[in-house]
């Protein structure tokens, strides 16, 4: 034992943290979306392959064999939006913005959420984290103005041009009103949900935005993100989720002590 742990080279160390620090980032990449699913039937299909060779079953055998050959090339393909996903993030700058301006933010967010839903307004907002949204942004109508509560209320507004699109906002900005955003292509998405949802989905399977959903029909406020829909928030747990994942960890506990106080 102590003459193995005398052949352990530094690089060794090195190159299993340089490995973890992979694989670690590769799992938050897809937490929470399709692919997760996906790996899970590629590895029944890795086990059902060993065991049709132990149990000599040849033509299974061969049939998986043939299939898996090419895993590589399946794997790019069918996770071809993850991997787009996670090239994209290399090298962005993280959300810079100071603890106190982005809990200012959230909670403009937050309140315009909740008053658009207690009036059956329908609304698409979204939030824009280290991949850039300029190919969507350039399909909407420039705003560019300081975000507000009421500003971001008045664009969803039935009588406003721009209601029926989606909202970007970058960094405590409103960028762009009235965007055109893709639809998802998920087969398994409830039919349930409408134009906004699908629109909402579709594009947090290709970037890492943040979408908020307002349905005018079920009054219901939806948080997206990673491709997996969250649905039925009230006012307090959206701002906790909010803020969970664009507050650091240690201004969590500042939000949790302020939502109980909302809630008392």
Not at 27 to 33: A, E, F, K, N
Not at 126 to 136: H, S
Not at 215 to 226: D, N
Request: hydrophobic residues 45%; proline residues 2%.
């Amino acid at each position: 034992m102590l003459e193995a742990l005398k052949s352990i080279r530094w690089q060794d160390i090195f190159d299993i943290l340089i490995v973890s620090f992979i694989i670690y980032r590769i799992i938050l990449i897809i937490r929470g979306t399709r692919a997760v699913q996906m790996l899970v039937g590629i590895a029944v299909m890795f086990l059902v392959y060993f065991l049709a060779r132990e149990l000599d079953f040849l033509v299974l055998y061969w049939l998986l064999g043939t299939f898996l050959s090419s895993i590589f090339l399946i794997i790019i393909i069918i996770f071809q939006r993850d991997i787009r996903r996670a090239l994209t993030q290399v090298g962005q700058t993280p959300f810079t913005k100071s603890d106190e301006d982005t809990m200012h933010v959230m909670e403009e967010i937050v309140s315009a959420s909740h008053y658009l839903a207690n009036r059956k307004i329908g609304a698409l907002i979204v939030i824009e984290r280290e991949t850039g949204l300029k190919d969507y942004l350039e399909s909407g109508h420039t705003i560019d103005a300081k975000l507000s509560k009421q500003l971001l209320v008045s664009l969803f507004l039935t009588a406003s041009p721009l209601h029926d699109g989606g909202v970007v906002i970058r960094k405590g900005r409103i960028l762009t009103a009235g965007c055109v955003l893709p639809l998802t292509k998920n087969p398994y998405i409830s039919k349930q949900l409408g134009t906004r949802h699908r629109a909402a989905i579709g594009l947090s399977e290709e970037t890492d935005a943040v979408i908020i959903v307002v349905s005018e029909e079920t009054q219901q406020i939806s948080l997206v993100q990673h491709g997996a829909i969250t649905s039925n928030l009230d006012k307090n747990i959206l701002r906790s989720r909010l803020d969970a994942i664009f507050m650091p960890k240690e201004h969590q506990a500042q939000s949790l002590w302020r939502n109980w106080l909302n809630k008392s």
